[in-house]
């Protein structure tokens, strides 16, 4: 079982609705870090295109990029296209390269949209991808997932909009994209093209590698769930090395208490008692504690929880408050 992009707009909206649910008791929720490390090195500018002329992009804001022409539906055989938003950083690019030339790409996701910045930090799935580009000479590129940021196959998040939101459609978005680009900056054929991502895109990253290998030659994939399944206890366990990490700022206390309150609420939970379940809603101040007396809103109010712990930014080495 394997999360979809749909799937993650579904549990945004779910969770959009824990947190309306519980609005007392989770007003405060911590702040998330860029994952983006040492970049001091990497020039601040964008300097266009590789080796193609000044005006041969189409533009909008300083940074964006635009490939105007993918495809819509990857499998019906249609030809409806929509404009997909991509960055490109050629700082480091070596396209004389004795060896073959190399194109790291930063592959989006579900969440907030793209920044420009993306290609100069690599911003939180793709920083160790800038590290990288200087040492082999990487021309650096970035695109957004569609019906996420400003890339909207559809101009709305409509039932009927929405059968165009999966994975393998943006799989096949990457291998067009990837000819696109090859053709449009004149990178030669033999360059050779590693997709970067983390969590979600780090599934697309290694998903590209695996369907499409006659485009990417390797992957980078970090933290993700290829094979993820129910009750992933290997996921579960790394949490609680991360909750135990007094580098973090953890310690065996808040690991300790972590999984008092889960077990508590768990046994709330199964137990099967109304007066259990309504004690537990006065407890979080939940605005209509009925709403746990139905078993399909149970998975969420947990979710509203677990998701508190800003377990993908903590990483010692990242700056920020």
Same mark, same amino acid.
């Given at each position: 079982f394997v999360q979809s992009p749909a799937m993650a707009f579904n549990r945004g909206l779910r969770? #959009? $609705?824990?947190?309306?649910?519980? #609005?007392?008791?989770?007003?405060?929720? &911590?702040? &998330? $870090?860029?994952?983006?490390?040492?970049?001091?090195?990497? @020039?601040?500018?964008? @300097?266009?295109?590789?080796?193609? &002329?000044?005006?041969d992009v189409a533009r909008d804001d300083a940074g964006e990029l635009w490939f105007e022409n993918q495809i819509l539906d990857h499998f019906d055989g249609s030809k409806v !296209?929509? @404009?997909? @938003?991509?960055?490109?950083?050629? !700082?480091?690019?070596?396209? !004389? #390269?004795?060896?073959q030339p190399v194109v790291f790409l930063c592959v989006g996701g579900e969440g907030p949209a793209l920044q420009p910045t993306v290609v100069v930090t690599g911003g939180v799935h793709c920083a160790w991808m800038i590290h990288l580009a200087e040492k082999y000479g990487a021309l650096i590129v970035a695109v957004e997932h569609r019906f996420y940021g400003k890339s909207m196959p559809k101009p709305d998040y409509t039932v009927e909009?929405?059968?165009?939101?999966?994975?393998?459609?943006?799989?096949?978005?990457?291998?067009? $994209?990837?000819?696109?680009? !090859?053709?449009k900056y004149a990178i030669p054929e033999q360059a050779r093209w590693v997709t970067f991502g983390g969590s979600y895109p780090g599934m697309m990253a290694a998903w590209a590698r695996l369907l499409y290998p006659q485009s990417f030659f390797a992957s980078v994939s970090s933290s993700a769930p290829v094979e993820a399944m129910l009750n992933m206890q290997g996921y579960n366990d790394v949490v609680a090395y991360s909750m135990n990490d007094t580098t973090v700022g953890g310690s065996p206390a808040c690991l300790s208490?972590?999984?008092? #309150?889960f077990a508590w609420m768990g046994d709330q939970i199964s137990s099967g008692s109304n007066f259990d379940l309504l004690n537990m809603g006065s407890k979080f101040n939940v605005c209509d504690k009925d709403d746990l007396l139905d078993p399909e809103n149970h998975k969420v109010f947990l979710e509203a929880f677990w998701g508190l712990f800003p377990l993908q930014s903590n990483d010692p080495s990242c700056e920020g408050d």
């Open positions: 969770t #959009a $609705f824990a947190l309306a649910l519980l #609005a007392c008791s989770l007003a405060s929720v &911590a702040h &998330a $870090f860029s994952l983006a490390q040492n970049v001091g090195f990497v @020039r601040d500018q964008f @300097r266009g295109s590789a080796n193609a &002329a000044a005006g !296209t929509w @404009r997909q @938003r991509y960055f490109m950083n050629d !700082t480091f690019y070596n396209a !004389t #390269a004795e060896q909009s929405l059968k165009y939101l999966s994975s393998r459609q943006a799989q096949a978005d990457l291998d067009v $994209f990837q000819s696109f680009v !090859t053709q208490s972590i999984k008092e #309150a």
